[in-house]
DNA sequence: AGCGGGATTTTCT
DNA sequence: GAAAATCCCGCTT
């Protein structure tokens, strides 16, 4: 399965889809391998969305190809990453919010000055656990030094949809997907929300 | 275990 | 000028 057609179609599917599936990341000569365990969907047509009032400086990358890294930076200290979804001219995009450490877990943990599942389970744990930031805008996840790797499809008894974590518009939209029992997924109690 | 506030800057109104 | 797709610490129960 290529990376582009694993991101084409409705952008809440491909959140689904791209549960399971890989980020390799090469920084300061040593790899670290971790896997997607929780996603958002986020759509020009939809409220909660950056994309929503139309394309501007900051959002310019989600209007842009699929498989390209948007990259935000939010709460005046912490960036978050999107893979960019859909035709060129579409502003879609999935949140990538948690990650299970594959490879590299040493790395992570000193990046993070954590351990365990509070390491990698939030957006803004996530990049910078593996060094994302404002200079990665942009990036192809075909090509290095951070590349996303397609797995199969996981079954759809093992992932949980519920809605989003804090937004203030569209919250009854049922954009977010995770790994059912993966401890990685943050806060597995919205669940029943 | 749960609540509340502070950090801190980009972006849009 | 205010809000924001968050995180962490410290205080209270």
Same mark, same amino acid.
């Given at each position: 399965?290529?990376?582009?057609t694993?991101?084409?179609?409705?952008?809440e599917?491909?959140?689904?889809?791209?549960?399971?599936?890989?980020?390799?990341?090469?920084?300061?000569?040593?790899t670290?391998?971790?896997?997607?365990?929780?996603?958002e969907?986020?759509?020009?047509?939809?409220?909660a969305?950056?994309?929503?009032?139309?394309?501007?400086? @900051?959002? @310019?990358?989600m209007f842009?190809?699929?498989g390209?890294?948007y990259?935000y930076?939010?709460?005046?200290?912490?960036?978050?990453?999107?893979?960019?979804?859909?035709?060129?001219?579409?502003?879609?995009?999935?949140?990538?919010?948690? +990650?299970?450490? +594959?490879?590299?877990?040493?790395?992570i943990?000193?990046r993070?000055?954590?351990?365990?599942?509070?390491?990698?389970?939030?957006?803004?744990?996530?990049c910078?656990?593996?060094?994302?930031?404002?200079?990665?805008?942009?990036?192809?996840?075909s @090509?290095?030094?951070?590349?996303? @790797?397609?797995?199969?499809?996981?079954?759809?008894?093992?992932?949980?949809?519920?809605?989003r974590?804090?937004i203030?518009?569209?919250?009854?939209?049922?954009?977010?997907?995770?790994?059912?029992?993966n401890?990685?997924?943050?806060?597995?109690?919205?669940?029943?929300?």
């Amino acid at each position: 399965m290529s990376l582009q057609t694993a991101l084409q179609g409705p952008v809440e599917q491909v959140a689904a889809r791209l549960l399971g599936c890989y980020l390799e990341r090469r920084l300061d000569g040593q790899t670290m391998l971790v896997k997607i365990v929780e996603t958002e969907a986020y759509h020009q047509s939809d409220a909660a969305s950056h994309s929503y009032k139309g394309k501007t400086e @900051r959002t @310019r990358v989600m209007f842009g190809p699929a498989g390209h890294l948007y990259v935000y930076f939010t709460y005046g200290l912490h960036y978050c990453c999107n893979v960019v979804a859909g035709p060129v001219g579409e502003g879609s995009a999935v949140l990538i919010r948690a +990650v299970e450490p +594959v490879r590299g877990t040493e790395l992570i943990e000193a990046r993070r000055g954590k351990t365990g599942i509070t390491a990698t389970n939030g957006p803004a744990k996530v990049c910078q656990a593996l060094g994302i930031d404002k200079q990665l805008n942009g990036h192809e996840l075909s @090509r290095p030094p951070l590349v996303l @790797r397609i797995n199969p499809p996981l079954a759809p008894s093992t992932i949980a949809q519920t809605t989003r974590i804090g937004i203030s518009r569209a919250k009854d939209v049922p954009w977010r997907f995770y790994i059912k029992d993966n401890p990685y997924a943050s806060n597995p109690v919205l669940a029943v929300k």
